[in-house]
């Protein structure tokens, strides 16, 4: 087993441990070799928050993939202003049009897989490169894949993944938000309750899937980020 989660299962419960407590467990082990990931939406406020109180010199890496939402950008500006976040772009290798060029119109419609791994996990792959932990705020109550992630997880990569939030359910992420007052991604109160890509997200009807409206009506849940075990 790996050293680090040896030490993090020994000294720290993680069923009892808070998220705060995990974070800054990650923060004290591991930097300034641990980034955090954000995808800057209603359900990434919690983490967010927590990591501008407990560890603000986190990096936080956002990855644009040019397909976003302006209403998204405008919400990671909003956060970082109000939380002061020490935000890192990760941008894909191909500008948006010669990635169009070399790939053609709408490949996120003729292969969902390929435009993902393209623009949003090798972007990732290249910002953990020479890092030893990577923060996400996945939960348990997500998908079925995420319903049986672990606290630690170590990447092919070698890099360790940590969870602060994997307990949580939406119901706490709520209640969070209110307890500080915090914004909600602009496009939340018209039933963006996941949001991703532009042209691979719609609003959802069934709040019991709230990954429901991410590429729709094709089966795929993950963009790819979280299926490296
Ligand atoms: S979410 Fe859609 S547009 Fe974004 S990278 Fe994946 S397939 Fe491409």
Known sequence: MNLAIENYLSGLH???????????????????RVVASSSFQTQSV??????????PEMPVIFIDTGFHFPETLEFRELLQAHLGLNIVIAQPELSKNDFVLEYGEELYRRDPDLCCQINKVRPLQCALDGMSAWVTGVRHDQTKNRSSLHDLETQISGVIKIHPLLRWDRAQVEEYRRHYDLPAHPLYEAGYLSVGCMPCTQPVLDVGDVRAGRWAGTGKRECGLHLDG
Not at 14 to 32: H, M, S
Not at 46 to 54: A, E, G, K, Y
């Open 46 to 55: 919690p983490l967010l928050h927590m990591i501008s109180r407990v560890c």
């Open 14 to 32: 993680a069923d009892e441990a808070t998220p705060e407590d995990i974070l800054v467990w990650a923060w004290k082990t591991f930097a300034p």
